[in-house]
């Protein structure tokens, strides 16, 4: 049920935020969490092979199905199938002949009717049947593995050998002293100050910054890994041994931590430099979700357990994700790139023209002319939804952007760039 409530909260956020790439990425976390309501599995093999049964299960939910209705067909209790054809095409007809005299009636009316209908047009059957096609074959494959729900629950990686002690201790206890070095280094950087970064690597802070973030996110994502192998591979028979796990594969979870803190300042820095964008945040907020994941494998190197985390893992990816749809990213953004228009006359017009409806109140802070350039494609592209594509943000913005709509396309934003 948990994963089931994850799924409608992530499909939600499309009724909610305008933002299309933001939707993109929660109906792919959808897809993964519904897989899970649907399968089960609570190992990493699990929930990896629980992920591939739902494409097989809609090409084997067919002839299922087919069998369901021939059995319904042949059964002498209930209302046999052709009755119930007969019984929604008439009602179709009632509903079609009804509708349109009380469309011609009231315009209001016709207009939510307009609504709630599919686009007949050559270029929207094809979309709708598509539409058809996916939904009713994920609706369909989930029906069979409701019925039939498959065992996963016996699907466990097979015990690796156990390593020597001086095999993991050498290489971990050699990786530590490594990662301490670079965190005291990034300490004093942390504490140094702009001053101190500019004497020692002849660059400009932003540079510094730029030039070892996305290394830094690659160690953040290589130590997990290792933790992970280190943890399987370690004997803890002796108390010795386990002693020995708790402190080296704590003291690396704790150095990463430090390491995950310095890349968030780095990014921090590059953002006050060139301003806010959708990676920037979507990084950062990557790097956060790494930074609570190190916190639970800290736990499980205490506890020596960890039967717990691989679900954990993805719980708390999709409430980042959930976080950040929460956070409103793209009024963030324009809220970022507006203040920081105010205090240093610098924005970059063209990125924020591209954003959603959903940073139009922050825009609107925005002096003329920048503010009608900003608004501008936002305005005369601005779709007029029906009752299937019903969006808050993009309903809450309506009223500005029709305020400027008809003066924005008149205006030349060529000399703004680059601003």
């Not at 315009?107 to 598509?130: E, Q």
């Not at 324009?334 to 591209?354: F, P």
């Amino acid at each position: 049920m948990v994963w089931v409530a994850a799924t409608i909260a992530l499909v939600a956020v499309g009724t909610v935020r305008a933002a299309g790439w933001l939707f993109v990425l929660c109906l792919l976390a959808a897809a993964v969490t519904g897989t899970l309501a649907l399968t089960g599995g609570r190992s990493p093999l699990g929930m990896l092979v629980g992920a591939t049964l739902p494409p097989a299960a809609t090409v084997r939910a067919l002839p299922w199905a087919v069998r369901g209705l021939q059995a319904r067909k042949s059964s002498t209790s209930g209302v046999p199938i052709g009755r119930v054809l007969t019984s929604l095409a008439i009602s179709a007809g009632l509903l079609t002949l009804f509708g349109l005299l009380f469309s011609s009636a009231d315009a209001v009316f016709a207009d939510l009717v307009t609504g709630l209908l599919p686009d007949v047009s050559s270029v929207g059957v094809p979309d709708w049947l598509a539409r058809l096609l996916l939904i009713g074959g994920g609706l369909l494959g989930g029906a069979f593995l409701v019925s039939r729900p498959p065992d996963l629950e016996g699907l466990h990686p097979k015990t690796p050998r156990t390593a020597h002690r001086l095999e993991w201790t050498l290489p971990l206890g050699m990786l530590v002293a490594l990662f301490t070095v670079f965190v005291l280094v990034q300490l004093t950087v942390l504490f140094g100050g702009a001053g101190h970064v500019l004497r020692t690597a002849g660059l400009t802070y932003a540079q510094y910054a730029r030039g070892g973030f996305w290394q830094l996110l690659a160690v953040t994502a290589l130590t997990l890994l290792v933790i992970a192998v280190a943890a399987r591979r370690a004997p803890k028979v002796t108390r010795a041994d386990r002693l020995l796990v708790r402190v080296l594969l704590g003291a690396l979870t704790a150095l990463s931590l430090v390491i995950v803190a310095s890349a968030l300042y780095r990014m921090q820095v590059y953002t006050d430099a060139y301003g806010a964008t959708r990676l920037r945040l979507v990084v950062a907020t990557i790097e956060l979700w790494l930074g609570l994941l190190f916190v639970l494998v800290g736990v499980a190197v205490v506890r020596l357990r960890a039967d717990w985390l691989p679900r954990l893992v993805i719980g708390t990816a999709v409430l980042a994700l959930l976080g950040l749809a929460l956070v409103n990213p793209d009024r963030l953004i324009a809220e970022r790139n507006v203040d920081r228009y105010l205090q240093t006359g610098r924005v970059d017009i063209d990125y924020l023209s591209g954003l959603s409806e959903d940073a139009v109140p922050a825009l609107v802070r925005l002096p003329e002319p920048m503010r009608g350039c900003a608004l501008r494609q936002l305005a005369t592209e601005l779709p007029r939804d029906g009752l299937w594509g019903t969006n808050l943000g993009r309903e809450r913005a309506r009223p500005d952007l029709e305020e400027v709509q008809g003066a924005a396309a008149l205006m030349d934003c060529s000399v703004l760039r680059g601003w």
